[in-house]
């Protein structure tokens, strides 16, 4: 009786592990067709994209194809191109610049967003390597969004930086997780880190529209910076200029410039491109090439922001 108990009780426990077992095997297969699939969360949101042809209607999923395409080379590498998708889904979720659509397609107002025949054009050969890279970034990164406070962030970036970020208070209005940090960028890594514009006593004084003093040797009177070392100011013929007006008026590539006069014009040298805030995107290339997963780049370069999973809100 107590052997037949013990076989029962065997019985049992063996056809509870081989049931679990089948279970188990059952939930981790892959889905066998496109049906079993999980739907995609960016594949259900749908963007008003405006466009020079007006108003076309995309999903999130194929709208971020084609704006991480135009905003970051695909050499840069899969973490740094999730990070960039990550940041374009949560600024295109925080932007509220067009009453008639969510984006547009002008990299002057929102962000760069290339057409298929554009992308068929630019890489040629690598247009399928590219498109899969790509399209893994937006797919790994599936409805992720940066948060502050419960809410989409400002996910601004740039193209680089020389040392360190720029915080936006110093360029826009103040945020916690827009603060100057520390970026890996340098002359060797980043092609034209360093860019220079030449411009004459005449050009200057133009273009910045004031009246020349005496010799353009005594003209510049000093330079101030701010806390990320960036120029504040530009103080010219008793003038004082923001160094962001001073980057505009002559096309600078940031306002990380030095500038001299070298007895025949004045040489302004910009180190970085872009407005400096937020995430530097050869910072985030070379982040992702030391390692870097895209969750720490993004929390390097928005500290404070939280990554937050669709299925977490
Ligand atoms: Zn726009």
Known sequence: MRTKTRTAVKTLVWCLIFTGLTFLFRRAAPPETAEDAVPSHDGGICLA???DDGIES???????RRAVAAEMPASFG???LKAQ???IRTYVLASHRHDNADICADSGCCLACRTEDELRTLWGDD??????LIAAAVAETDGEVLTYGGKAIQAVFHASSAGATEASGNVWTEQPYLVSVASPETAEAVPNLLTTVTVTPDGLAEA???SPVGEPVSWLEGTSCDSAGRV???KLCGETYDGAAVRRALGLSSTAFSVLFDGESFVFTAAGSGHGVGMSQYGAKLLAAEGWTYDEILSHYYPGAVLTHPDET
Not at 58 to 64: D, N, P, S
């Open 78 to 80: 899969l973490e740094a």
């Open 232 to 234: 504040e100011t530009v």
């Open 208 to 210: 910045l529209g004031f």
């Open 49 to 51: 994209l405006l466009t």
């Open 127 to 132: 247009y399928a390597a590219n498109t899969a």
């Open 85 to 87: 998708a990550v940041a």
């Open 58 to 64: 995309v999903t999130m999923e194929a709208y971020l």
